[in-house]
Nanobody, 127 residues
C-alpha cells in the first residue's frame, strides 16, 4: 500500500538549515505530482512546494529562494531543503501525493487534491 514517511525535522536557530526527507513506498514517486505542506495549530495546511513527474519544481513567494524541493528516483524519496529559516517557518511539515501527475503552477495548493499524506515532522526555529 502507499506509504509516506517524513524525517529530518528538529530544532534549529534562526538562519539555520534543515533537510527534510520523505520516503515513499507502494508507488513510484516520480510518476506523480508530489508536494510539501506545512501546518501550524489553528491554521490551514499551506502548500510550500510541488514537483511534477517531469521534475519541474514550484514554490510560493513565501519560501521561494529559501526552500527547494527535489527527489531521488533511485531511492524513491522526496526532499525539502530549507535554508535561512525564521521562527515563522515553525510548523509540522508533511509530504503528500496528488492523485494525478499534473501539479499546476499556482499557489495556494488545494490540500484535498492530495490523497496520501505522511505523518508529519516537526520543525521548530528559535530566534
Amino acid at each position: 500500500q502507499v506509504q509516506l514517511e517524513e524525517s529530518g525535522g528538529g530544532s534549529v536557530q534562526s538562519g539555520g538549515s534543515l533537510r527534510l526527507s520523505c520516503a515513499a513506498s507502494g508507488f513510484v514517486l516520480a510518476s506523480y505530482c508530489m508536494a510539501w505542506f506545512r501546518q501550524v495549530p489553528g491554521k490551514e495546511r499551506e502548500g510550500i512546494a510541488t514537483i511534477n513527474s517531469w521534475a519541474s519544481a514550484y514554490h510560493p513567494d513565501s519560501v521561494r529562494g529559501r526552500f527547494t524541493i527535489s527527489r531521488d528516483n533511485a531511492k524513491n524519496t522526496l526532499y525539502l531543503e530549507m535554508n535561512s529559516l525564521t521562527p515563522e517557518d515553525t510548523a509540522v511539515y508533511y509530504c503528500a501525493k496528488k492523485a494525478g501527475i499534473v501539479c499546476g503552477t499556482s499557489f495556494p495548493l488545494i490540500a484535498r487534491e492530495y490523497n496520501y499524506w505522511g505523518q508529519g515532522t516537526q520543525v521548530t526555529v528559535s530566534s
